[in-house]
């Protein structure tokens, strides 16, 4: 099945190939009322705009946003809301190696063994294009949960982490990388070139914190709020694992070790004195920030020949010529921080709904 | 919002708390004509039953399942399958201190916050009791997907890993920790020991690999297979991290390391020189062995008090007596082949549902 | 598919057959807090349960109903509150008749051209003893919905209908039709012991209004208050059509004669002076009462022979001896209530998702 | 909640307002390797656009469809279908009397209540313009069914029902009206005239057959393939009733009356002796002709002013300038049938879901 709609209350559906004429989100089940422009949506499309450095691809998309349904006189009326972005950089290329061999790492196998038939172009619909949406939606969302803050960062490149005794958000807009650590954000300059050179990639890690969202929120037990955050993340192109909180780190803890203690805040909420487990207990939130950690595999477009086979099963070598981002994971900050907001919005209207 | 159900079109529902009468699931939407009797699930419960060894909890629960509807004369019938388990051990104790303080680690402080109200006996439907009604659902799948055999095992335990040079599958069977290591088996036993006895816990990291899943299963983009994968194994308790194939490992390789190549099978179908992708590409299935990987934190039971507050704010310290797990990563081995089965389940009847 | 839940975020999901040991519904996403326990959901049992008066089917069902999970100290815990219903008197006959041959009007064929299987004894799933589940579940619905108060009753019976001029709310609880009118429930009696003598069957209209629901419960377009009632009460076994407001009657109407004008009110809402629409416009409640028409067939089970065919494709004839309702639509009130109270109750937490 | 989609596998979202730029849906789930498009969609388009007679609202829309995604080389790819309708026809007029009080049978108050802020400029998001859409988006399904035709028509309007002793088909194209009564025509065109001259209104029944649907189609139990066309039905603009087969009708019969006796078929198929069911029992086809009725009431704009209040509570009257249709169940022909078309597409893919 083709599913292309993500929530439960808050929803939204994304439509449009990398190649078409448009792409675009419907979001349904906004609260009436907010103040909605295109210019609350087009700042976060910026982060994710193509061709802005040397290191992200070189496609130039405006990804100009337009608002066609559910806002009237700047105010969101609770209908609908159509997002519509246009594709205006569609290079006219040769397709017939791609059209013909299978790349690997991406879904052109796995589409045609599908759908026995996939547009090509670009990837299609499997293309990180898609994600132009999925941001704009998430901008909608932001304005569905102005108590949360939510914020993203590169975390490691290659396997090159930062360090966070020098992290520093207000440096995270200040580099190509998205960036929290000066040092680190010179080091990979030079890796990511290095990459970017000799046709190669490089895989990522990205954290999200989103602070402010108040207890309570989340379900059990199968739209835990940790649940709906694994699936909304391994949803975006090219990732491979989700952590919330210490993750994996917190298989190798003992009890007394991952223990989140607690003592009486001023305000009667607790206080905790740490945050292993990512502001998440049981599926639901603990007014801790909310942490996750996703992992992006390198992109899968490189200049190295592979071994592939062809649509008829035949040998073949392919090497992925075009405009990529040698590391996909960079421009997946505001993709993930997108995600959460989307997910965190679809709880926020489920918890009203239940307790009222 | 409350939400207890799993699955689009193959979906069960499940209800119980860990002292109430009885738990169980509703499976709905299986295919008729399938054999199925209480027979074909019982050996999923009977793994994952408590009791066995001492190092899982004591508490003795025979889970017996039954089946009450949605089968005739031993096969399935296509309508709804209810499948009950009777609780028979919840020992009569004094939950006096469960009531008024909150568990570190645990969904107390979650859950009042949320509904300002819960059932605290044995952490009500917060319980990891629940994955009983899990596993007993994920045997009906099974009956759905004959064609693929699913096979989890504990990878780690408090961060000691086992050597996949000694991998043997038919050494699951034979310790108490799924362990396909006979010599990590020996280790753990120490290992687990020391922390049971001690009244600390451990965590530990589950591994599961789905063999005979064809190409093709899988949709873009909110029901990835991947996706769906994420939200079913991060909904089990105490799982703060998932991967698909390399998972965090991917994102410091480069393209060229993490490609899986392709070469022309015999059987027209290509056969991959690497899995890196986990069988899984554009959230697609490639027909390649389904790999996914789980973390799971440390019991947050202790005997070491931790410090916490009241439900009325006050200060004061817990350690959390009773019978629990001092690793409960071991007994989600047969909860994560559940939930990866009923996954699958799931997308082989919504991909024949579009593509026929 | 089979498809065996109800509802957006106030969900029940119903399983059993009627001649299996026990039927029940799973409702989940009930708000927490709210006072429930097994002897406020009896009575709406014991108004449809069989074996009353002579007008209904003989079968003898105490339809005792239990609580298995979702409750703590008498309230709702906001978790999944399992209703579970013995089956006590199946009675042992020789079906091996209804096993051969299709009833006509039953769901006999239809289920084995869809299943190629089906459990035939007393109908199995397509037996109308499902609503005791529904009837159960729409007991928890009220509690959520205290601001509303719902009555249905029977409008017609094979054709004689009720006079509006003699309709006494107090009468529908003394006589075994659910009948308002005291004067047509006399001809009543006279007309369904003709039809259960003679082993035919008559239809039935029930009538059911909804009154205390506020202005703008609903949503356009494709969950409209109007639109889930009618799937609502069109789910329920026997019914051919479903009319809200002024219904197929509105039809014949000019717009000045369809029209419900208002007048300003004490309470600075409007006063409406007509509710040809029944209490819905645009898929949304106005605050008048919401006013649904449900019809119900004969019932398919009779005594005369009819043509059909036997599984094997060859001619014979049937008549469908065993325990049957007359007049379903009689027992189809507290199913219609039930049904219109679970809605409601949906769409009252769905309106607070989005509106808060 | 606001809630646009419609479906469960095969399903579409619509978003637009009857003023804003432009309109569209998503319809997602689409089998891949599909003929379609914009060729195929705008001819049921053409049969729903406005301004074709002076028999229906003089609004003049060309509601040219354009395919965004979804498709490549003429053929489906399995991705979510975009369809994109320009509103050209906006006149700008003076809103400030329908911004101010509320329309009687409009969703003006009902939509305030709700949001308390609506796009008031022709009914917004309420307008029938929606229907657009869904008329779009049955092209799609009819395209995924080809096994099934569909054919609706006007049964009667303001009460002046066809005689079926003069069913003609062929006729249904011949006259403004979908009427397939050439006599009956003549009357409706005097009739509409007159309603139309005098600023009144008409309601209106239409009908719907669906041949061709093989037994099998449907869903215990709700997810019944009546309840579904009920719920499709009810959710179109100025509906009021759905009736399966014999509808009300059939709560008058006996059940000898109401039987559908059958005869073994020459293809071993039973032939049945009547259709009193419309094609269903127990929630599935049973390979009979899907038999719908569907009442429309009239048009709520009418010429003569009516009792209302203001926004503020004032009272006052209205009356409903602007372009209009007189009869609104005229145009609802092509809406039926694309709701009709859009059920049995999700109801073929579901059943395939399950049975394979």
Request: aromatic share 8%; charged share 20%.
């Amino acid at each position: 099945m083709s599913y292309n709609t993500f929530g439960r209350v808050f929803r939204f559906t994304t439509w449009g190939e990398s190649h078409g004429p448009a792409l675009g989100a419907v979001v349904d089940g906004c609260p009436p009322g907010l103040t909605l422009s295109e210019g609350d949506i087009q700042p976060f499309l910026d982060k994710r705009r193509p061709g802005q450095s040397r290191f992200t691809t070189q496609r130039q998309e405006p990804d100009q946003v337009r608002i066609l349904s559910g806002t009237f006189e700047g105010r969101t009326t609770g209908t609908p809301i159509a997002l519509h972005i246009d594709n205006v950089d569609q290079r006219s290329k040769d397709y017939s190696e791609v059209a013909k061999a299978y790349r690997p790492g991406h879904a052109d196998y796995a589409y045609d063994a599908k759908y026995g038939f996939r547009d090509y172009r670009g990837g299609g619909r499997s293309s990180a294009r898609e994600t132009a949406a999925r941001v704009a939606a998430g901008a909608v969302a932001r304005a569905v949960i102005p108590e949360v803050s939510i914020l993203a960062w590169v975390e490691a490149i290659g396997g090159d982490a930062i360090d966070y005794a020098n992290f520093d958000a207000g440096e995270i807009g200040n580099n190509p990388f998205f960036c929290p650590d000066a040092e680190a954000a010179k080091r990979w300059e030079v890796l990511v070139d290095g990459a970017r050179k000799s046709g190669s990639s490089l895989g990522a890690v990205v954290a999200c914190e989103a602070t402010g969202v108040p207890p309570g929120w989340g379900a059990p037990l199968y739209a835990k709020l940790d649940s709906e955050l694994a699936a909304a993340c391994m949803s975006i192109n090219a990732v491979k694992g989700v952590e919330i909180g210490d993750g994996f780190a917190a298989a190798a803890l003992t009890g007394e070790e991952n223990a989140d203690a607690m003592r009486p805040g001023n305000d009667g909420k607790p206080v905790f004195l740490a945050n292993h487990a990512g502001g998440i207990a049981g599926g639901i939130s603990t007014g801790q920030p909310v942490r996750v950690r996703v992992a992006f595999k390198p992109t899968s477009s490189i200049l190295t020949p592979v071994e592939t086979v062809t649509r008829e099963g035949e040998a073949t070598e392919i090497m992925t010529k075009g405009r990529h981002d040698p590391c996909v994971g960079i421009r997946g900050v505001p993709v993930v921080e997108a995600m959460v907001a989307l997910v965190l919005a679809d709880q926020k209207l489920l918890h009203r709904a239940q307790i009222g």
